[in-house]
């Protein structure tokens, strides 16, 4: 069954210092990977996604992530982080088309806070 | 605009009163899903709907009902609630499933005393 692991809670960075937020799925097929963002009493907003194409896959707000197979991580980076990119990050990754469930699996999530 | 619209936002209700949380897209997407977070848990998937009379369950689905009658609503029913069923509820939606990622609605925080 595929499954995904955020390796962090909790993430604290200063304000113009690189993100990193880490990302581990298991998957018996390649899938598809997803970044998502929460602000605070918002809704969940699509980052970015990885659906077989190139393995580096640019976002909105200057986010992007990589797509690595043999260590089965799909790390969400950003070079410099903003006061407004603190907010909760979900990866999540698709279910394999042929189980029958047809869901998305998303990670317990990564909170950020940027530190002025 | 592309969206995904849920009503009410806010909703605190009595136990055993029956409820609806309404969820419309105008966007055609044939899949939707219904998701509730908890704190320490993430998003667990409650109900989803590939497309039109098409629905199945999804983790958590005791105490809820769904209904796909038409393809821009998907609404979730409360029978009977209990204050387990306090949570943020999301609805989303997909043109299909697995590739293109879902668009979101804002939520609807229910408190159920």
């Known amino acids: 069954a595929q499954s995904v692991t955020q390796l962090d809670s909790h993430v604290s960075v200063s304000e113009g210092t690189p993100v990193l937020l880490r990302c581990n799925y298991s998957?018996?097929?390649?899938?598809?990977l997803f970044w998502y963002v929460q602000h605070p009493n918002k809704g969940l907003q699509l980052l970015l996604k990885?659906?077989?194409?190139?393995?580096l896959v640019k976002g909105i707000n200057g986010f992007e992530a990589e797509f690595k197979k043999s260590e089965t991580s799909f790390h969400l980076t950003k070079p410099s982080a903003h006061m407004s990119d603190a907010a909760e990050y979900f990866c999540?990754?698709?279910?394999?088309?042929?189980?029958?469930?047809?869901?998305?699996?998303f990670g317990t999530g990564t909170r950020l806070k940027v530190l002025a | 605009e592309a969206q995904v619209t849920q009503n009410p936002r806010y909703l605190i209700t009595v136990t055993g009163k029956k409820l609806t949380v309404t969820c419309s897209q105008n966007?055609?997407?044939?899949?939707m899903s219904w998701y509730r977070q908890d704190p320490g848990l993430g998003l667990r998937q409650i109900y989803y709907?590939?497309?039109?009379?098409?629905?199945d369950k999804g983790d958590v689905p005791e105490g809820y009902k769904v209904s796909r009658k038409e393809k821009r609503n998907f609404p979730l029913i409360l029978e009977s609630p209990s204050p387990n069923q306090t949570s943020l509820y999301f609805c989303a939606s997909s043109p299909t499933i697995l590739n293109y990622g879902y668009t979101f609605g804002s939520g609807t925080r229910l408190t159920v005393v």
């Open positions: 998957s018996s097929y390649s899938p598809s």
């Open positions: 709907s590939m497309n039109v009379e098409v629905t």
């Open positions: 999540v990754v698709s279910d394999n088309p042929t189980s029958g469930t047809y869901k998305y699996i």
């Open positions: 990885y659906t077989s194409a190139a393995t």
């Open positions: 966007m055609n997407h044939e899949y």
